[in-house]
């Protein structure tokens, strides 16, 4: 496992933006597909947005495609969700997630993942 800390959430209003950012503590995310998930309260984590390791495929949920941005750093170290007009339904406990090394199955399950942050919130108000 790798041990992972989001940052930069917040109490944003609708339609403003974020960036969260994901980084591993000690070591590169190098060769782990990454994902981003979120949580509101009293529902399922949902997917939110994924990044094979090569950086080169990213998936979105279909709740925010055309509206989050999933990317990594070319260090490896560092993965981010660049959130655009953010809207009240939004709002969510973030967290990130890291798959085994070339691991190459779908990244929209939960299941996939091995490594858990422990969470950002973002509140988008209205």
């Known amino acids: 496992q790798v041990q992972l800390v989001e940052s930069g959430g917040g109490l944003v209003q609708a339609g403003d933006s974020l960036r969260l950012s994901c980084a591993a503590s000690?070591?590169?995310?190098?060769?782990?597909?990454m994902g981003w998930f979120r949580q509101a309260p009293g529902k399922e984590r949902e997917f939110v947005a994924g990044?094979?390791?090569?950086?080169?495929?990213?998936y979105n949920g279909d709740s925010v495609k055309g509206r989050f941005t999933i990317s990594r750093d070319n260090a490896e170290t560092t993965v981010y969700l660049q959130m655009n007009r953010l809207k009240p339904e939004d709002t969510a406990v973030y967290y990130c997630?890291?798959?085994?090394?070339?691991?190459?199955?779908?990244?929209?399950?939960?299941?996939?993942?091995?490594?858990w942050g422990q969470g950002t919130q973002v509140t988008v108000s209205s």
């Open positions: 000690g070591r590169t995310l190098s060769s782990r597909g």
């Open positions: 990044i094979s390791w090569t950086g080169g495929i990213t």
């Open positions: 997630a890291a798959v085994l090394p070339w691991y190459s199955g779908s990244l929209y399950y939960t299941s996939a993942y091995d490594s």
